[in-house]
Nanobody, 115 residues
């Protein structure tokens, strides 16, 4: 399984970014795909996840109503649309996938939000 994350960058506070995670190497119908983030000096935290089979989504309280996770089954790609970004959203963002736990991780994509 390979996961390729992209879409990070520098954005001003209040702006938006869309992250992408392209998955390959197997079928993912019964998998979850999640986004996590880790800021310097902080622990990794869960951001959002989606179940490939039916698109059910889960969000951290801190991003509900601001971030949206979605999937394109045909492209085996999951997206994280991030709106109204804040400086505290600055982190390396990672995508991961698995069935009962996240066994596979992609490389991080850096998001920097300037004030």
């Amino acid at each position: 399984v390979q996961l390729q994350a992209s879409g990070g960058g520098l954005v001003q506070a209040g702006g938006s970014l869309r992250l992408s995670c392209a998955a390959s190497g197997r079928t993912f119908s019964n998998y979850y795909m999640g986004w996590f983030r880790q800021a310097p000096g902080k622990e990794r935290e869960f951001v959002a996840s989606i179940r490939w089979s039916d698109g059910r989504t889960y969000y951290a309280d801190s991003v509900k109503g601001l971030f949206t996770i979605s999937r394109d089954n045909a492209k085996n790609t999951v997206y994280l649309q991030m709106n109204s970004l804040k400086p505290e959203d600055t982190s390396a963002y990672y995508c991961a996938t698995g069935v009962s736990k996240y066994n596979y991780w992609g490389q991080g994509t850096l998001v920097t939000v300037s004030s």
